[in-house]
């Protein structure tokens, strides 16, 4: 797990991202405390922050090479560009200069860490630093707005005195704030919250010793619902049968089939944030023997009636909470999932392929996050990293809807 588990240490991957101003030497304090809060840190610097600090102060207190250039031969031979926006569990420019602002907005991917910036689904945060009158250009602002949008975290700028000796709104935080703020919101953003998982495949009776059951593990829902707690929501897991421990802090409901999900799910009347994670038998057998079948040597059919839609029941309660679902696709992942996520009426649908060895009962997977307006691929990760991302995710569209009505 690489999100921070408490305020004292935390075991994240982050890019530090270095553009040009008076503030970056500030950045080496905030390389160093980050350093010493456990994370991993790896420096990108524009060529205009290389003429304020040089590379060898943040490789000194990072203890690794930093990065200057994009088309640098012998720093892709070894982690590429690529690899290193996919490496990162957040990427934090400090400071952000006017300029480097206006070429994110603009999607502009024209050195090292405005393609990083491009390429990585890790969460942006920016602490701006720049003279208070740049800050306040409407173009500046514009540029905020847009990246706020995007789901981009700004961190300041602080009000006071400015290195060009004027007074006013564009300083950059101070180093330690910036690391406090870094290194904990993670770890309880979802303080407060309810939130209900449904976890592994359901059991659907034939008689009493056979079932008809699926290859799902529980892993994916159980990763999520431990996420939840650890980012301090109050969790409920329904789960089918399963091996797997129930994670810390996280309230258990053992169930066996569909309807016995469905009962344990709507006993909890109010909820925040509901996550369908579970594989549920869509049909069970309309009559389960009471007594074990006899072989008869004869062909015989088992009639199955459909079960209840979990999911869709809890998106049609009058007071719904937000509703994330998956989808388990052979085939045609983006069509199949966008419907399913419609049709059933989910804020966000995380879709992934199964079959041939994907997908069901292993440590990892690929995800296709949709919501209304909105994607991310999620590429190949450990179920752990990829439900800290979906709760990502959950963030930036929750915060955008709330700018948006405010
Ligand atoms: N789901 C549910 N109740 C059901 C069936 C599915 O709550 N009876 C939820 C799952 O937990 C998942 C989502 O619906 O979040 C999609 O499940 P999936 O099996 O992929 O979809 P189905 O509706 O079963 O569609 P199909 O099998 O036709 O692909």
Known sequence: MNAPSSNESSSQRLLVGVSGGIAAYKAVVLVRRLVEAGCEVRVVMTEAATRFVTPLSFQAVSGHPVRT??????????????ALARWADAVVIAPASADLMARLAAGMADDLLTTLCLATEAPVHLAPAMNRQMWAHPATQANRALLVERGVVMHGPAAGAQACGETGE???????????????????????????VTAAGTREPIDPVRFLANRSSGRMGFAIAAEA???????????????????AGVERIDVETAAEMQAAVESIESMDLFIGAAAVADYRVAEPAASKLKKTGEAVSLELVP???????????????????FAAETDDLREHAAAKRVAKGMDLICANEVG?????DRPDNALLLLWEGGE???????????????????????????????
């Open 69 to 82: 250039t994009l088309l640098d031969a012998e720093a892709e031979s070894g982690m590429d560009h690529i």
């Open 170 to 196: 564009g300083r950059m935080l101070e180093p330690g704030a910036i690391a406090e703020a870094l290194l904990q919101s993670p770890a309880r953003d979802l303080a407060g919250q309810r939130v209900v």
């Open 229 to 247: 707690a650890r980012r301090g929501a109050a969790v409920t897991l329904v789960a089918g049968p399963s091996a797997l421990p129930t994670p």
């Open 307 to 325: 079960n209840p839609d979990i999911i869709a029941g809890v998106a049609a309660r009058a007071e719904r909470p937000f509703v994330i679902g």
């Open 356 to 360: 041939a060895g994907k997908g069901f």
């Open 376 to 406: 991310h691929v999620l590429a190949q990760a450990g179920k752990e990293r990829l439900a800290t991302r979906i709760f990502d995710t959950y963030h930036q569209i929750t915060q955008v809807s709330d700018d948006a009505s405010s």
